[in-house]
T-cell receptor, first 116, second 113 residues
Framework: EAGVAQSPRYKIIEKRQSVAFWCNPI?????LYWYQQILGQGPKLLIQ????????DSQLPKDRFSAERLKGVDSTLKIQPAKLEDSAVYLC??????????????FGPGTRLTVL | GDSVTQMEGPVTLSEEAFLTINCTYT??????LFWYVQYPGEGLQLLLK?????DKGSNKGFEATYRKETTSFHLEKGSVQVSDSAVYFC????????????FGQGTRLTINP
């Protein structure tokens, strides 16, 4: 079974530029998550989708970050304009959903973003 | 809000030593608890989980018991190997609603031969 795919793996941009990340979840997984992992910290949820609807985006900086999940499958996360503090690894995860306790989330390899 | 506090790292041990990585949590309701591991150059992987009080999760020789009375989920292994060197994250998810994961800050473990 293929895992969660993400691209690109690495991205270097200058501040005030824009960037987009792509995620393809495991086939059949209804729930998709984007996390931000700053160096030395644990991942922090940015946004969660259930199919193509947003469940939780309370920690997404909406003035610069946006995300969409068209057709309830692939997702893109965009930053525009980027700031130095956006340097982090952006992780995509997916799960079957359904609200079961202990639902396992499967993580992709992440995209390492460096903002200069 | 919900939070997870992990033992400060890094932790360095010799092969075959006993390992404990402490994890405590604060949550409303009855969360599920997880340990995730990130090996060098790889993505996050689920190591073990427990979904209710007194449950014990186990995998690859690692164990952790969900202790509601002390709000803890400490990770243990009786005899570590060099291949266990990784970053370990304790996490919780709420039993209702969005079920997002809330992570601790991670503990880097290095095992020397």
């Amino acid at each position: 079974e293929a895992g969660v795919a993400q691209s690109p793996r690495y991205k270097i941009i200058e501040k005030r530029q824009s960037v987009a990340f792509w995620c393809n979840p495991i086939s059949g997984h209804a729930t998709l998550y984007w996390y931000q992992q700053i160096l030395g910290q644990g991942p922090k949820l940015l946004i969660q989708f259930q199919n193509n609807g947003v469940v939780d985006d309370s920690q997404l900086p909406k003035d610069r970050f946006s995300a969409e999940r068209l057709k309830g499958v692939d997702s893109t996360l965009k930053i525009q304009p980027a700031k130095l503090e956006d340097s982090a690894v952006y992780l995509c995860a997916s799960s079957l959903g359904g609200g079961r306790a202990g639902n396992e989330q499967f993580f992709g390899p992440g995209t390492r973003l460096t903002v200069l | 809000g919900d939070s997870v506090t992990q033992m400060e790292g890094p932790v360095t041990l010799s092969e075959e030593a006993f390992l404990t990585i402490n994890c405590t949590y604060t949550a409303t309701g009855y969360p599920s608890l997880f340990w995730y591991v990130q090996y060098p150059g790889e993505g996050l992987q689920l190591l073990l989980k427990a979904t209710k009080a007194d449950d014990k999760g186990s995998n690859k020789g690692f164990e952790a018991t969900y202790r509601k009375e002390t709000t803890s989920f400490h990770l243990e292994k009786g005899s570590v190997q060099v291949s266990d060197s990784a970053v370990y994250f304790c996490a919780l998810s709420t039993s209702e609603g969005a079920q997002k994961l809330v992570f601790g800050q991670g503990t880097r473990l290095t095992i020397n031969p």
